[in-house]
């Protein structure tokens, strides 16, 4: 029993003399600015609140004491100290009239950082020297650490406005040609056309546009492929059951074709040249030689205005009927107004944390 209360009484005295142990946070000289330099900044910066004051941040634990000695160098004035608690702003000590400070006790009822700030109620600057020490409390951490490190913390400042906002976009089907056909004469003939064309316009908004075409000698199957002609029903099925424009043209109805034609895109200012065979201003992507049937997809270019399809038999013997549908897809989107928030400025400020 003897032997355990020694042992108790040895232990609490480690940890009183452990306690009782003063640990030199920082030891320095400051130089503190007098009212005459503090007018002058002031002066030229809008009597703002001048930020040069001398400022410290430490670390504490709960039941830490923080010892305090400070002294005038220049003897005349008298100084302002304060010791805040750095998140929540509250006071843990305040002496606004002072030369000398000696062994200073404040008691720290939480573990946090400190801000030490120092300022002068001389005229003139003043040299001072500052020494704060932490008294570690019982039960504070052995291996705790009083220094603090810093990061950059982005303000920003937003300005709300009403805005209209895109909520929604539609995709809406229009015909620009229902299956029809074309009879082209074969090249060898010379009172018949080898070459025809007629004209598309575009709606306003067009996202993509389609052809679908088949060539036949045929005559008797020119009703019967024009019935197999789906690009209206295909494309606005497709729209009406995804909400979204179609992935590929292998999702469309392609019609049964069984002689060889061309079709071309043609600008309107090269469409008469076109006709009279000569060198005429045609669209890649929407063009198709030598098929006897298609489905084109127009995305990239022409898109907007008055285009013509030219289509063009090189058969030297006989003619053809061409059957041909064209459809447009248009986008319409759908707005609301809703209070929206935009940035305005965005400042940055320093903020220290704990190392522990």
Excluded at 71 to 77: D, Y
Excluded at 160 to 174: C, L, N, P, Q
Excluded at 179 to 206: A, M, Q
Excluded at 262 to 279: C, G, R, W
Aim: proline residues 4%.
């Amino acid at each position: 029993m003897r032997t355990f209360c020694l042992l108790l009484c040895l232990i609490s005295f480690d940890k009183l003399v452990t306690a009782q142990t003063s640990i030199i946070v920082t030891n320095q000289e400051i130089n503190i600015p007098g009212s005459i330099a503090v007018g002058v900044w002031q002066n030229n910066n809008n009597n703002k609140s001048f930020p040069d004051y001398p400022k410290m941040h430490y670390a504490f634990a709960a039941g830490d004491e923080i010892a305090i000695d400070f002294t005038t160098k220049n003897g005349k004035g008298t100084q302002r100290m304060s010791v805040t608690e750095y998140e929540s702003g509250s006071v843990a000590y305040s002496n606004n009239a002072f030369q000398t400070l000696t062994d200073i006790r404040i008691k720290v009822p939480k573990t946090g950082i400190y801000k030490f700030e120092f300022a002068t109620n001389h005229v003139f600057d003043r040299q001072c020297n500052v020494m704060i020490r932490r008294i570690p409390g019982i039960n504070a951490p052995g291996n705790f650490n009083y220094n603090v490190n810093w990061k950059i913390i982005s303000d920003t400042v937003f300005n709300k406005r009403e805005e209209a906002v895109k909520v929604k976009t539609t995709y809406e089907t229009i015909s620009l040609q229902t299956p029809i056909n074309h009879y082209i004469n074969s090249v060898t003939n010379l009172t018949g056309k080898t070459r025809i064309s007629f004209p598309i316009i575009l709606p306003e908004n067009t996202v993509e546009w389609y052809y679908t075409f088949a060539a036949t000698r045929n005559k008797a199957d020119v009703d019967k492929t024009k019935q197999k002609m789906k690009l209206m029903a295909d494309l606005s099925k497709i729209i009406s059951l995804t909400g979204a424009l179609p992935l590929g043209i292998s999702m469309l109805t392609e019609p049964p074709g069984a002689n060889y034609c061309d079709v071309y895109l043609i600008s309107q200012e090269t469409n008469q040249a076109f006709l009279e065979k000569k060198p005429f201003r045609e669209y890649a992507e929407a063009t198709r030689e030598n098929l006897m049937s298609g489905v084109v997809k127009i995305k990239d270019c022409c898109k907007v205005g008055r285009y013509f399809i030219g289509m063009r038999n090189n058969d030297l013997t006989y003619g053809i009927e061409v059957m041909i549908e064209v459809v447009a897809i248009v986008q319409s989107d759908v707005y609301e107004t809703r209070i929206v928030k935009r940035p305005m400025s965005v400042t940055q400020h320093k903020e220290p944390y704990m190392l522990n």
